[in-house]
């Protein structure tokens, strides 16, 4: 394999990873893609649920807003 292709390789992978994935559509689908990444972000720093039961909470109003538990057929627990 020569550098050229190696470096068009590298290219293309990179964008790919541009392109959403499947759970990307999915999330883009309930109308709620803002909340789950602030949700995730907060996750992600705290690294505890618990402390993240505010974008929890807004999360969760999003979802009901857009009519996601008919659609995907999730209870309250």
């Known amino acids: ?16 990873d541009d392109e959403p994935d499947e759970w990307d559509k999915r999330i883009f689908s309930t109308g709620c893609a803002d ?26 109003q999003c979802w009901k807003r857009h009519n996601n538990d008919e659609r995907t057929s999730t209870k309250d627990a």
Not at 1 to 16: F, L, R
Not at 35 to 60: G, H, P, S
């Open 35 to 60: 909340e789950n990444m602030k949700l995730t972000d907060c996750y992600f720093e705290k690294k505890d649920w618990r402390a993240c039961k505010k974008e929890m909470e807004v999360f969760r």
């Open 1 to 16: 394999m020569s550098k050229n292709d190696s470096t068009a390789q590298q290219s293309a992978a990179a964008q790919d």
